[in-house]
């Protein structure tokens, strides 16, 4: 029964993801090494589940260890500068097996159709061409990249149309001049330039580990660009496996991409928990905070209601309606996350008499533990500045040590400004605290 609970917990949770992917763009990379290994079945699986509700997929593969391969049965040394291969003519011909191949292992497993499989009756269609137009690298520091290109331009317009028939569009890390020489790509710069050139709704990454701290070897979350920059210039060591997907990710913000996810494609089912769950599973990299505190607007208030109602239930805080809310939306502060309000607070001046009143202070339950109430406090402190108070007052039943932790102290209901003695409650039998602001 509890398995039953959580599956429709877990389903109707999801379902504003499904709402809001439905029609949208989506670019996916993968590395050769994730079609190398025995478990990228569920990843293909999940590529179809994708597919089925209505996400437009661009599926860029990579092909590096593939290459290796066949050079090794050759007995020819890899060669790499900059982590980049320099492709030689008898490289080239590897370039050209190793993408054929992986390519036609995809789409054989994008056809399956058994019975009792999570493909039955998925009947995608795959679409493959010459879609990127690239240009020779050249020399660099002396060395000749021979057939080793950059993405010059990605035909958008011939994507979409595949697209648009509703074809899951599969691309290589092969481009083509218009004199027809074939250049070997970086795998990320395709998905890179695929994303900006089609301004999809997402780019997501699958990588071969986590996105973590090599400090503390705690997972990334979340990132914006100017933090991820910071991060690859305090971390050079950094292995190529998180870099190179990081730069990808910054490049492909600062040119529109909302939002760019890491993800560790060795977990199972980790894009699907990426994709339709609030806090994911990976690190997503944007160009703004995805988590902001700022002032309330109107559009706040049903988020704001839903988040205090258990809280007035349980008769930690006063009711307030929603007219009364609307009424004072000015004075209320707010933290949202991916478009949910997860914590609020509400500061009421006295601008005649020089004081104010802390109200409203809730965080949401799973998102406790993070500063983020004294990051609203803080917030309303400095409002109180700005607006040249003295003195705040807090009225609480159940949260009176927080508040004395941070600095306020007890007083007595005669201690309350006159306005505010009239609206004292003693059936709620609050505790009265206060807050010299100097």
């Known amino acids: 029964m509890n398995s039953q609970k959580s599956f429709v917990s877990w389903f109707r949770d999801s379902s504003p993801y499904i709402h809001a992917h439905r029609n949208k763009t989506f670019v996916i990379f993968f590395g050769g090494e994730a079609v190398r290994s025995d478990?990228?079945?569920?990843?293909?699986?999940?590529f179809a589940l994708l597919n089925s509700l209505g996400i437009r997929l661009v599926l860029v593969h990579g092909i590096r260890p593939q290459i290796d391969q066949r050079l090794a049965k050759l007995d020819i040394p890899a060669r790499f500068h900059h982590n980049l291969r320099i492709t030689d003519d008898l490289a080239l011909q590897c370039v050209k097996e190793a993408a054929g191949l992986v390519?036609?292992?995809?789409?054989?497993?994008?056809?399956?159709?058994?019975?009792n499989s999570p493909m039955a009756g998925a009947k995608i269609k795959v679409a493959s061409g010459n879609f990127?137009?690239?240009?020779?690298?050249?020399?660099?520091?002396?060395?000749?990249y021979c057939h080793t290109g950059e993405v010059r331009r990605i035909d958008s317009a011939a994507i979409h149309q595949q697209?648009?028939?509703?074809n899951v569009v599969l691309i290589s890390p092969v481009g083509y001049s218009p004199s027809?020489?074939?250049?070997?790509?970086?795998?990320?710069?395709?998905?890179?330039?695929?994303?900006?050139?089609?301004k999809a709704e997402k780019l997501v990454l699958l990588t071969e580990q986590n996105c973590c701290n090599p400090v503390n070897g705690e997972q990334l979350q979340q990132m914006t660009t100017a933090e991820a920059e910071i991060f690859l210039q305090q971390h050079p060591q950094l292995s190529t496996d998180i870099s190179l997907p990081l730069k990808a990710a910054m490049q492909s913000c600062q040119a529109g991409i909302d939002r760019v996810h890491l993800i560790d494609r060795t977990i199972n089912g980790a894009l699907l928990l990426e994709l339709f769950s609030r806090d994911g599973i990976g690190t997503l990299i944007s160009a703004n905070a995805y988590e902001e505190l700022r002032p309330a607007t109107l559009n706040d208030i049903g988020g704001i209601l839903e988040l205090i109602k258990p809280l007035e239930q349980q008769g930690i805080?006063?009711?307030?309606?929603?007219?009364?809310?609307?009424?004072?939306?000015?004075?209320?502060?707010?933290?949202?996350?991916?478009?949910?309000?997860?914590?609020?607070t509400a500061l009421h001046p006295d601008l005649q008499n020089r004081y104010g009143a802390i109200a409203c202070l809730a965080v949401?339950?799973?998102y406790q533990g993070r500063h983020r109430g004294s990051r609203l406090l803080e917030y309303a402190y400095l409002k109180a500045k700005e607006l040249t108070l003295k003195k705040l007052f807090v009225l609480s039943t159940q949260t009176m040590h927080w508040f004395i932790e941070r600095g306020f102290l007890a007083a007595a209901v005669s201690d309350l400004p006159a306005q505010l003695q009239t609206l004292y409650n003693p059936q709620r039998n609050s505790k009265i605290l206060f807050k010299d602001l100097g």
């Open 317 to 344: 805080l006063a009711k307030r309606s929603r007219e009364k809310i609307e009424m004072e939306i000015a004075d209320y502060i707010v933290i949202e996350r991916d478009g949910l309000i997860i914590g609020c």
């Open 103 to 115: 390519r036609v292992e995809i789409e054989a497993l994008l056809s399956m159709g058994l019975a």
């Open 39 to 46: 478990d990228f079945e569920h990843h293909v699986h999940d």
């Open 364 to 366: 949401h339950t799973d």
């Open 163 to 166: 697209l648009d028939q509703d």
């Open 180 to 198: 027809g020489e074939i250049f070997n790509l970086s795998a990320e710069q395709v998905a890179t330039a695929v994303s900006i050139a089609l």
């Open 132 to 144: 990127v137009v690239a240009k020779p690298i050249g020399v660099i520091d002396g060395i000749d």
